[in-house]
């Protein structure tokens, strides 16, 4: 379930990205070509198809966003700390090994300075 929705949150933000960059640009983010806010209101670009297909997108981006990050929960422990306790716990424990070659002496591979 999770790998369908990453896959879908994916196409999303590609489609993102595309959508934006085919837009036509009206200079006036930057002050440029005397584009000033008659032209942000416009009947003309709000009803644009491109405007409104990122508009959903971006809706529906934000939906699958919130729903990993829902769905990651329920898969993670609550809290740092207790992965790293499940770690530490683990790493405490001497194995069957390690208790036999725990009097072997070895000897260092770099000299001792005495």
Same mark, same amino acid.
């Given at each position: 379930m999770i790998h369908v929705i990453l896959v879908i949150h994916l196409i999303l933000a590609v489609s993102i990205i595309g959508l934006v960059? %085919? +837009?036509r640009s009206e200079g006036g983010g930057l002050g440029i070509g *005397? *584009? $000033?806010l008659g032209g942000l209101a416009s009947? +003309?670009?709000t009803a644009s198809v491109l405007s409104r297909a990122t508009g959903i997108c971006a809706a529906l981006f934000f939906v699958t966003s919130l729903?990993? $990050?829902?769905?990651s929960s329920h898969n993670s422990p609550k809290s %740092?700390?207790?992965h790293l306790e499940n770690i530490t716990a683990s790493q405490d424990a001497p194995t069957e090994?390690?208790?036999g070659e725990a009097g072997k002496a070895e000897t260092p591979s770099v000299p001792v300075a005495e």
């Open positions: 960059l %085919i +837009q *005397g *584009g $000033g009947p +003309q670009s729903t990993l $990050g829902v769905l %740092i700390t207790d090994e390690a208790k």
